[in-house]
């Protein structure tokens, strides 16, 4: 297995949910971290409870992942505090389930912007470096909803199906380059996605599966760590995640 003591990961939607777990899991492994989100009051409450927890370095940017400019400016930051950036994790997204009659354009905007070209934007700003380091592990958190589609997921599954579709294709052309690429696609994960969901009758169907089993956001933080930590030979192309269907006693 690679040892990840000492080495960096930059981690975008990390104020909450599966970015904040991912950023915990790597602290654990002794890895620096880089908080990346537009929340950076909470950023700053996790930085600090990582530092005192683990003898490991945080640095906190502010970032909006729909803008390119911002994007640059992490990687920029992250080279100039730790020298190279061993882990991208491209895990900002938004959750905007709607059915398309209700014709909610903005979200189905919104969901682009973060969801496909926020990811564009973190492999535009990270990948120059690691191709000049010959190294490097570029993590796309996609979606259960990227390999299939349920009603209401229309929009967000097409964004999810295209960040696949990336890290597909990055696999395929950097696979001489020593950069390694991870698609994680967790299946329903208790976070706060749901609750930006406007769509009443969305909102109405989910009231239904009250006893839907999820998994919690440590499962999938453990599922990045792994690819991380394979050989650096192993690339692990594809994690799927879900939840069993039967509670454990």
């Given at each position: 297995m690679t040892e990840l003591k000492g080495k960096t990961a930059v981690i975008t939607g990390a104020s909450s949910g599966i970015g904040e777990s991912i950023a915990q899991h790597f602290a654990s492994e002794g890895v620096n971290v880089v908080l990346a989100a537009r929340r950076e009051d909470r950023l700053h409450n996790l930085a600090d409870s990582l530092k005192s927890n683990h003898d490991i370095q945080v640095k906190v940017v502010q970032t909006d992942v729909t803008k390119q400019e911002d994007m640059e400016r992490l990687v920029k930051e992250t080279k100039d505090e730790f020298k190279t950036v061993d882990y991208f994790v491209n895990n900002a997204g938004v959750m905007l389930l709607?059915?398309?009659?209700?014709?909610?354009v903005d979200e189905w905007e919104k969901m682009i912007d973060v969801n496909v070209k926020g990811v564009l934007f973190g492999i535009h700003a990270s990948l120059p470096t690691m191709l000049e380091q010959e190294s490097g592990h570029i993590i796309n958190v996609s979606s259960?909803?990227?390999?299939?589609?349920?009603?209401s997921s229309t929009v967000y599954?097409?964004?999810?199906?295209?960040?696949?579709?990336?890290?597909?294709?990055?696999?395929?052309?950097l696979?001489?380059?020593?950069?390694?690429v991870t698609n994680i696609s967790p299946g329903a994960v208790s976070t706060e996605?749901?609750?930006h969901i406007t769509d009443e009758e969305v909102l109405e169907m989910f009231k239904d599966r009250g006893d839907r089993i999820t998994l919690e956001a440590d499962d999938i933080a453990r599922s990045v760590v792994y690819a991380a930590s394979q050989p650096n030979y192993v690339n692990v192309n594809e994690v799927i995640v879900r939840p069993m269907q039967k509670k454990s006693k």
């Amino acid at each position: 297995m690679t040892e990840l003591k000492g080495k960096t990961a930059v981690i975008t939607g990390a104020s909450s949910g599966i970015g904040e777990s991912i950023a915990q899991h790597f602290a654990s492994e002794g890895v620096n971290v880089v908080l990346a989100a537009r929340r950076e009051d909470r950023l700053h409450n996790l930085a600090d409870s990582l530092k005192s927890n683990h003898d490991i370095q945080v640095k906190v940017v502010q970032t909006d992942v729909t803008k390119q400019e911002d994007m640059e400016r992490l990687v920029k930051e992250t080279k100039d505090e730790f020298k190279t950036v061993d882990y991208f994790v491209n895990n900002a997204g938004v959750m905007l389930l709607s059915f398309l009659k209700n014709d909610k354009v903005d979200e189905w905007e919104k969901m682009i912007d973060v969801n496909v070209k926020g990811v564009l934007f973190g492999i535009h700003a990270s990948l120059p470096t690691m191709l000049e380091q010959e190294s490097g592990h570029i993590i796309n958190v996609s979606s259960v909803a990227g390999h299939e589609v349920f009603p209401s997921s229309t929009v967000y599954s097409a964004t999810k199906y295209a960040v696949k579709a990336l890290s597909q294709g990055m696999e395929k052309e950097l696979s001489k380059t020593g950069v390694r690429v991870t698609n994680i696609s967790p299946g329903a994960v208790s976070t706060e996605l749901p609750e930006h969901i406007t769509d009443e009758e969305v909102l109405e169907m989910f009231k239904d599966r009250g006893d839907r089993i999820t998994l919690e956001a440590d499962d999938i933080a453990r599922s990045v760590v792994y690819a991380a930590s394979q050989p650096n030979y192993v690339n692990v192309n594809e994690v799927i995640v879900r939840p069993m269907q039967k509670k454990s006693k």
